[in-house]
């Protein structure tokens, strides 16, 4: 047994931010049903294995981006046939929240395709979270790269997470975006740790890097000090018209390695099954829940990539005994419970109301 596999296995896992690639080789190198249980035995540590967090994504502006990212719909410079859509207004986010509300999300996240948010944006952003926190919710938002005064204005108006992914690892990067650098990436998640916001970061996986690229991502998201709270590992979906439409599938397990070694790095982080759900078989997923996974989104639309039906989600849920999880208002005078596991009638209510 490597040295790296005998000291995640022991019962007190320290976080550790000095990973080095040959180690993180070393874990993707693992036998699969080695790794496996080394992910399942960090998971148990620290969250309850039969607890999925729920989130919604809703795209608050759709498309006309003007940055390059190969893989993205959303970009001006890809020809798909998206449907762009102007900054929604205000009312309609707190709908859209409130349903996401009665049907079980805990978070709502609110993206936009933008390079970053422009001044007169400011005031609207700003409505949206304030309203959304009022519902009870976590709140979520993705809207490119912020400056440290942005991310102060959104976290006094009461927003809890920032989205910025790190996309694929240094090394890959140039091959997939090219108006922005990898250090805007850095900078940007710094400005919302100086905000005192929770860092949602992650990657995107089958965008035609090697092993080694899937390694180097993993170990800049785990050196981040603090690791990041939420870390989606999002499967390509390859959209038509993109640069990357005809690129080669990942293999299965390959993925599902990269949710296993990002659960033993990140051991107290949400690992989130995120973009590229809809492609994947129940025994997929349920392999991936296996290796740590225990947060997705729920609704039919991941801002613009399908999602698999909320209802199939449940049913999924119900097959694997999985609940989701609660979320404690630590604003509140004691510890109330905002959002419980999904209720019967909630059930019941998905099937005729399926989606955002
Ligand atoms: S991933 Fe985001 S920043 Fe990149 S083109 Fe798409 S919407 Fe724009």
């Known amino acids: 047994m490597s040295e790296v596999s005998m000291s995640v296995g022991e019962n007190n896992v320290s976080i550790r931010h000095n990973w080095n690639l040959k180690e993180v080789q070393a874990l993707f190198a693992l036998p699969f049903n080695d790794l496996m249980f080394q992910a399942q035995t960090v998971h148990r540590q620290h969250f309850n294995a039969n607890e999925v967090q729920v989130s919604t994504l809703l795209s608050i502006k759709t498309g006309a981006c003007p940055e390059d990212c190969k893989y993205c719909s959303q970009s001006a410079r890809n020809k798909t046939d998206l449907e ?28 936009a395709a933008w390079r970053n948010p422009k001044a007169r944006d400011m005031p609207y952003v700003l409505d949206m979270v304030k309203g959304v926190k009022a519902l009870g919710m976590e709140t979520c938002m993705t809207l490119g790269m912020l400056t440290e005064d942005q991310a102060q204005q959104l976290q006094t108006a009461g927003l809890d997470y920032y989205n910025h992914n790190l996309d694929t690892s240094p090394e890959h990067y140039n091959q997939i975006i090219t108006t922005r650098t990898y250090q805007d990436r850095l900078d940007t998640l710094g400005n919302v740790r100086t905000a005192g916001m929770k860092v949602c970061s992650g990657g995107i996986v089958g965008l035609g890097e090697k092993s080694v690229d899937r390694a180097s991502l993993l170990a800049q998201l785990a050196n981040l000090s603090p690791q990041p709270e939420s870390v989606p590992i999002n499967m390509l979906v390859k959209v038509e018209g993109t640069p990357l439409e005809n690129v080669d599938d990942l293999e299965s397990f390959d993925f599902i390695r990269c949710i296993a070694v990002a659960r033993i790095m990140m051991p107290k982080s949400h690992v989130r099954l995120s973009a590229g759900r809809s492609a994947m078989n129940e025994q997929m997923q349920a392999m991936c829940f296996l290796a740590g996974a225990n ?23 119900e ?27 909630q059930h019941s209510d998905l099937f005729t109301n399926a989606a955002l």
Do not use: H, W
């Not at 859509?85 to 609110?110: D, H, P, Q």
């Not at 947060?295 to 449940?314: H, M, R, V, W």
């Open 319 to 345: 097959k694997l005994g999985i609940n989701t999880e609660t979320v404690v208002d630590e604003t509140a005078d004691s510890d109330r419970v905002v959002q419980t596991a999904i209720s019967d009638q």
């Open 295 to 317: 947060s997705i989104f729920y609704g039919c639309k991941l801002l613009t990539a399908e999602n698999p039906e909320t209802n199939q989600d449940i049913a999924l849920f």
């Open 84 to 111: 762009k859509e102007s900054l929604l207004a205000v009312e309609k986010v707190f709908e859209a929240a409130k349903r996401a509300k009665e049907m079980g999300s805990t978070r709502f996240c609110m993206g």
